[in-house]
């Protein structure tokens, strides 16, 4: 296989008319014309140079017309090569694979892009549908599977959105509407404790030492003064009460509380 300097402009020109999109971009006889003005030109054919060009990927001029579905360039270069070389020769181009690490030859690319029009061409030409590439698959295969990708895309979008429930605070427990009613239901039908008049309930044991803080009182206050008769009662009976203590003690104790 020939070597050519790929970075020279005159290569770059003739990538850029294979993979023109339209015959208003490029023709096939206007890339074929450039290959007559590269070194190899002023003495071999255009078609032998065609067969033998390779950019870095081994991408022939076949696969940058795949890539873009130019039918008729593929068309026509197969043809011009057709003229000069063996159907051997040609039937070897078309199923050239490339470097990369698919393996693919024109035809798996102009599956993969779904270009119809290229992928006739190219079967028209001598590109074998059933050939494997590096990840073992075939023309056929890849747009098997792009016309799948194609359906599930098509139900994703005719899919209506899934609602979206704002979910609990980070750690809580996550319960359904119909759970919640069921605890609360339960709640309702717990008895209360009944408590029979005169049932005598002890006092809560506070440690010796326990600090209760004083209440905060807003500035300005006013605490209205006892009633005289309380005042008097107090006064007569130091020992029945007003001091806030009784016989047993419990009142000093619930006012502590």
């Not at 693919?104 to 029009?117: K, N, P, S």
């Not at 009944?194 to 807003?218: D, Q, W």
């Amino acid at each position: 296989m020939a070597s050519y300097d790929l970075e020279s402009e005159v290569y770059k020109e003739v990538y850029l008319l294979a993979s023109s999109g339209t015959r208003a971009q490029g023709s096939a006889a206007q890339l074929l014309d450039k290959l007559k003005l590269t070194p190899a030109g002023a003495t071999t054919s255009p078609a032998k140079i065609l067969v033998s060009l390779r950019d870095m990927f081994s991408w022939t001029c076949l696969h940058y017309a795949a890539v873009r579905g130019n039918e008729e360039m593929i068309s026509e270069l197969c043809g011009e090569v057709k003229k000069v070389l063996d159907d051997v020769t040609l039937n070897s181009w078309v199923n050239a694979m490339d470097t990369c690490a698919r393996g693919d030859t024109a035809l798996h690319v102009a599956a993969r892009e779904m270009h119809v029009g290229a992928c006739a061409a190219l079967r028209q030409h001598g590109g074998q549908p059933a050939k494997q590439n590096r990840e073992g698959q075939t023309a056929e295969e890849i747009v098997q599977a792009v016309v799948r990708k194609g359906q599930r895309t098509l139900q994703a979008m005719a899919s209506p959105p899934e609602p979206v429930h704002e979910g609990p605070s980070h750690g809580a427990a996550v319960s359904s509407p119909a759970a919640a009613g069921t605890v609360e239901s339960q709640k309702q039908q717990q008895p209360r404790p009944v408590i029979a008049h005169g049932t005598y309930l002890p006092p809560p044991v506070i440690a010796r030492g326990t600090y209760f803080p004083p209440p905060v009182i807003a500035r300005g206050t006013y605490f209205p003064p006892p009633p005289p008769a309380a005042r008097s009662s107090g006064a007569a009976n130091p020992g029945s009460g007003g001091d806030g203590d009784d016989n047993n003690g419990n009142d000093l104790l619930h006012a502590a509380v």
